[in-house]
């Protein structure tokens, strides 16, 4: 499984990317809203944790933004704990909203809990041998060769 961590803090992208990875996930990490924005939509993740307040584009637009595409599972955390900022969060797409400081196990916990509930992978993409089609965004390759359609196919 694989798993984006947008996170500007290093000790806690880190922290969070060592336990994944001890857990046996595939860790990527994006610093900021704009390239972890960029990697969402452009690498295939199980799953996105995703900070709020972040540099060049806060989670709550690198949220909706990736929701007019992906619906992948994505887990809010956050030092804003406010009633109105979860419900934004959740109003806006996320799957599970975590305020900071948390224990790791409940992270994991929840990691794992969306993980189980999602079928993320049978439903954006076909993979067939060498074929692969991206039902998010509409693209074909067999191979490293790009395959255009028409629009009704």
Known sequence: ?????????????????????????????????????FLALHENFDLIVLDVMLPELDGFEVLKRLREQKQTPVLLLTAREAVEDKVAGLELGADDYLPKPFAYAEFLARIRSLLRRSPRNARDMLLIADLEVDLIKRRVRRGDTRIDLTAQE
């Open 1 to 37: 499984m694989r798993i984006l961590i947008v996170e500007d803090e290093p000790k806690m992208a880190s922290y969070l990317r060592k336990g994944l990875m001890e857990a046996s996930y595939t860790v990527d990490v994006a610093e900021n809203g704009k390239d972890g924005l």
